[in-house]
């Protein structure tokens, strides 16, 4: 998927662990920490590194698919729990993630977002990506029960609880004060 859709970077906002109340993995590990081969595909981590923020990797892939190349950088965030929220002292983490999400969407290339279930973090990340797109770009007008009607439109579960939702809300205001909007 990552090189049929030419994807910029991959954001995992999930740490690998087993749900002991599932008995089961809940994410695995699915890049490789060095090279590994998966079919005529080969992928290679060429870089990975512990970012600024405590619980955030960066690692640097290369996908080789008949003799073409694909760099596609790989982010995972650690921190954020199942069916939880961030608090306002990780949404720098969340704004510097949102940020490059955003800068990949100047060019036309998509990234793939997900958490474990691909709906509650995923959902709340993507909504934060198009609101900071809106700010950033000086779009006065923003109706975040728009933005997410709009992705559930798309997939329905998205923003998985009423704390993710009022998440959402918060980080607006976070961003707008720094943005000097208020």
């Not at 090189?3 to 690998?16: H, R």
């Not at 005529?40 to 080789?64: A, F, P, T």
């Not at 998985?160 to 607006?172: A, D, G, I, L, R």
């Amino acid at each position: 998927m990552w090189v049929q859709q030419q994807c910029y970077a991959n954001y995992l906002i999930d740490k690998e662990y087993i749900a002991s109340y599932l008995l089961q993995i809940q994410c695995e590990k699915y890049w490789p920490s060095d090279q590994v081969n998966y079919g005529s595909y080969q992928i290679v981590q060429i870089k990975s590194q512990e970012q600024q923020y405590k619980e955030v990797y960066e690692s640097k892939l290369i996908m080789q698919f008949q003799q073409k190349q694909h760099q596609l950088n790989h982010y995972q965030w650690c921190d954020w729990p199942d069916f939880g929220i961030v608090g306002e002292d990780s949404y720098k983490i969340l704004d510097w993630l949102a940020g490059i999400a955003n800068e990949g969407a100047k060019l036309n290339k998509m990234p793939v977002i997900h958490c474990s279930a691909g709906v509650g973090r995923t959902g709340t990340f993507l909504a934060i990506c198009h609101i900071k797109e809106l700010l950033v770009r000086n779009d006065a007008q923003i109706s975040i029960f728009s933005i997410v009607r709009r992705l559930r439109e798309q997939r329905p579960l998205l923003i998985q609880s009423s704390k993710q939702y009022q998440m959402v809300y918060n980080y607006t205001i976070w961003l707008m004060k720094n943005l000097k909007y208020i």
